[in-house]
T-cell receptor, first 115, second 115 residues
Framework: DAGITQSPRHKVTETGTPVTLRCHQTENHRYMYWYRQDPGHGLRLIHYSYGVKDTDKGEVSDGYSVSRSKTEDFLLTLESATSSQTSVYFC??????????????FGPGTRLTVT | AQSVTQPDIHITVSEGASLELRCNYSYGATPYLFWYVQSPGQGLQLLLKYFSGDTLVQGIKGFEAEFKRSQSSFNLRKPSVHWSDAAEYFCAVGVIYNQGGKLIFGQGTELSVKP
């Protein structure tokens, strides 16, 4: 258990509204990630963070922004939600040293439905 | 291009039978390989990992995987399946990505276990 919580766990929102998902970790890990999971696609990286205020885009970052003002919190914002962003969102962490940065541990997920 | 392929979308095995889930990867550098399991409505749990050394790695829940560089494969095996093993299984490769590393996931294999 990597001490990761995500909130909310479920959310239904309307097209065009902003949505913020929160990932919280208790073990002071440097790297944090946001993935989305869609049938037939596995998980795909949206954004990641390598430290406070240090973030970078993943492969499916359009329509998403992130912020990390504290080590323990990594926020994912959908600036104007669209139906194509209906998905399950997972937060993950990894330790910083060497190859361990590839070993990621996942939170329980947030199921987001955009109507 | 970096990719992971899991050729079997769905597999059904009888309880007590052996299991092998296939995974092939495409990555030009040294691969760091992982298997994750996801039960319905849950997050992903790390089953096992390969970084280097012995090509047969042991994981949790009685699973093992064998890395074969010549075949670009990392197949997951279990000698005797239990009903509780029914879940979705994801293979992933860790790749260098900007300031850190990211995981590239296969599409997943859903395992059903029949009595």
């Amino acid at each position: 258990d990597a001490g990761i919580t995500q909130s909310p766990r479920h959310k239904v929102t309307e097209t065009g509204t902003p949505v913020t998902l929160r990932c919280h970790q208790t073990e002071n890990h440097r790297y944090m990630y946001w993935y989305r999971q869609d049938p037939g696609h596995g998980l795909r990286l949206i954004h990641y963070s390598y430290g406070v205020k240090d973030t970078d885009k993943g492969e499916v970052s359009d329509g998403y922004s992130v912020s990390r003002s504290k080590t323990e919190d990594f926020l994912l914002t959908l600036e104007s939600a669209t139906s194509s962003q209906t998905s399950v969102y997972f937060c993950a962490i990894s330790r910083v040293a060497g190859v361990s940065r590839y070993e990621q541990y996942f939170g329980p997920g947030t199921r987001l439905t955009v109507t | 291009a970096q990719s992971v392929t899991q050729p079997d979308i769905h597999i059904t095995v009888s309880e007590g039978a052996s299991l092998e889930l296939r995974c092939n990867y495409s990555y030009g550098a040294t691969p760091y390989l992982f298997w994750y399991v996801q039960s319905p409505g849950q997050g992903l749990q790390l089953l096992l990992k390969y970084f280097s050394g012995d090509t047969l790695v042991q994981g949790i829940k009685g699973f093992e995987a064998e890395f074969k560089r010549s075949q670009s494969s990392f197949n997951l095996r279990k000698p005797s399946v239990h009903w509780s093993d029914a879940a979705e299984y994801f293979c992933a490769v860790g790749v260098i990505y900007n300031q850190g590393g990211k995981l590239i996931f296969g599409q997943g294999t859903e395992l059903s276990v029949k009595p």
